[in-house]
């Protein structure tokens, strides 16, 4: 969410500025969000096979509502790349990106956040927040989860400063060179 929220806000002020340097920022911000999208789509996966098989069979939690309005998310996250890739005017390319940047981030909330809490779900924290109430996460495991949400974040940001800086000097030496 912190990768999706900052691509949608360098987004919005690419649509005000018409700064590459904001696409750039947008666009690396999306990427990453993907990738630790995947991978949190798949360590769910993999957490709610085992831990959630003991109260309902295997094709139960393929149909998770979590699961299913993340998958969804991520699919509109991958046609934004697969949008981007097939305009080659880089400020239409900028442009249409970032519109349908904020188009994606605005489906993000009833996919992730809204339609699961609607439905049955074998995911604790049906009825609020999963995060903040105290009765659906042990003590124990707030040790290890505020911490590990707080290290990834932290990991996802300093690789796509490393990936935008990256960006950056390509850019610099085409206008340049």
Do not use: C
């Not at 002020?13 to 904001?22: F, P, V």
């Not at 998770?64 to 890739?85: D, S």
Request: hydrophobic fraction near 50%; proline fraction near 3%.
């Amino acid at each position: 969410m912190v990768l999706t929220t900052t691509s949608v806000i360098y987004s919005i002020k690419y649509l005000r500025s018409q700064n590459l340097r904001d696409d750039i920022y947008a666009v690396n911000f999306a990427k990453m969000g993907i990738l630790f999208g995947v991978l949190g789509y798949t360590s769910g996966a993999l957490w709610a096979k085992y831990t959630w098989t003991e109260f309902a069979d295997a094709s139960q939690i393929f149909t998770e509502p979590k699961l299913t309005g993340a998958a969804i998310a991520l699919l509109i996250y991958f046609a934004y790349l697969v949008l981007r890739g097939s305009l080659t005017d880089i400020d239409k390319r900028a442009r249409i990106g970032a519109i349908y940047n904020i188009f994606a981030y605005a489906m993000l909330f009833p996919t992730i956040w809204i339609l699961p809490r609607l439905m049955e779900s074998l995911h604790p924290g049906k009825g609020g927040n999963p995060a903040l109430n105290f009765d659906d996460l042990d003590n124990r495991l707030r040790i290890v989860f505020y911490p590990a949400v707080i290290g990834w974040t932290l990991l996802a940001v300093w690789i796509t400063s490393l990936k935008i800086r990256i960006d950056l000097i390509k850019e610099k030496s085409l206008l340049n060179g």
